[in-house]
């Protein structure tokens, strides 16, 4: 094989930094990296399970883990007899922490996606999440460094740029001016005319400035995908996550978006069982589904996190919480087959992947024609649905 096997879980911020921790460590054959994630107990639960599958896969391999479990859960990790040891999730990308030349080889993209990641960290203390413990304060790239990195993936034949990080809208806060994200996709859009397809990550709805807001009612290239860090559908829970919205103005931004973009498909996380949510939050909670038509819906059951303020206030039954999360997927579910049923038989421009499907602008995902090569775009009308394909 060639370089070290990269295995990335949770966020396409940990998929951006593996394709850099890849590049870095294209000459380690004998080498396994885990990026892990953090985010949720289940999020541990597949990180320790992922390091186990490589080490059964790979005895003799050398197996080392970082990301963000590599730091909240350091000595439940370094316990495990199938790691060899721990990168800290801050020196991840630093050649230094693998003992590897400052400047690897460059590689082929193993995705015909280019994930970017602009921003890292967080400044926010929503009660419920871990993240900030293993990622750190906000910090930005320049829209000097966005260009470069930009370039160089298109360089190499990237055909999408995804823009990423832990709380993206929160990018520029800490440089110059305080730039704006709106400023930074404009940014992109005008230096690379070529570049038809720009992406965003999960956003935080209340940060949008106008700028952005403008360019996904009204910018072709940037896609209509919004994927909204929403976590819940009730007032009172959002303030004891100490989110920074209410549910109006989710419903304001996205009612606003729709009637200048009518084809965005909304996307949104949502967590079931929060502390003290009864069922009347939780009938909130599915609502919102259907007012937003949540169509890429990330349904997380609530977990209690290490040293976060959720974790000491009063919990919701395990069972309760299971049934409320299955009921959220339904719901997205339903919301999301009457959206694929939708785009049947209309002209969708599909970028190809490598397994023999694509996306749509919308990130539907399309069978492509056999023998069409990743990274191309090709226009596809899907006749039916099948097992959630459009085919």
Partial sequence: MSGAELISLGCRLNIAESERMRRMLSGEDNLIVVNSCAVTAEAVRQTRQAIRRARRARPDARLLVTGCAADIEREELAAMPEVDGLIANAAKLDPRAWNVPGEAAPLAPSRTRAFIAVQNGCDHACTFCVIPQGRGKSRSLTIAQVLGEVEQHLGEGAAEVVI??????????????????????????????????????????????????????????????????????????????????????????????????????????????????????????????????????????????????AARIPQVAREVIKRRAAELREAVNRARS????????????????????????????????????????????PQVIEEGLLV
């Fill in 164 to 309: 990423t990080g832990v709380d993206v809208t929160s990018w520029g806060h800490d440089l110059p001016d305080q730039p704006r994200l709106g400023s930074l996709a404009r940014a992109i859009l005008g230096a690379f005319p070529q570049l038809a397809r720009l992406r965003m990550s999960s956003l935080d709805g209340i940060e949008i400035d106008e700028e952005l807001f403008e360019l996904f009612a009204g910018e072709e290239r940037l896609m209509p995908h919004l994927h909204l860090s929403l976590q819940h559908g009730h007032d009172l829970i959002l303030k004891r996550m100490k989110r920074r919205h209410l549910r109006a103005d989710a419903i304001d931004l996205v009612t606003r978006l729709k009637l200048r973009r009518p084809e965005i498909a909304v996307g949104a996380d949502l967590i079931a069982g929060f502390p003290t949510e009864t069922e009347e939050h939780h009938q909130a909670n599915l609502s919102i589904i259907e007012q937003l038509d949540i169509v890429h819906g990330h349904i997380f059951p609530y977990s209690p996190r290490p040293g976060t303020p």
């Fill in 338 to 381: 009457r959206w694929l049923q939708s785009l049947v038989g209309k002209p969708l421009s599909v970028l190809a992947e490598r397994d023999g499907t694509g996306y749509a602008p919308q990130f539907a995902r399309v069978l492509v024609p056999a023998g069409v090569s990743a990274g191309k775009c090709i226009t596809v009308t």
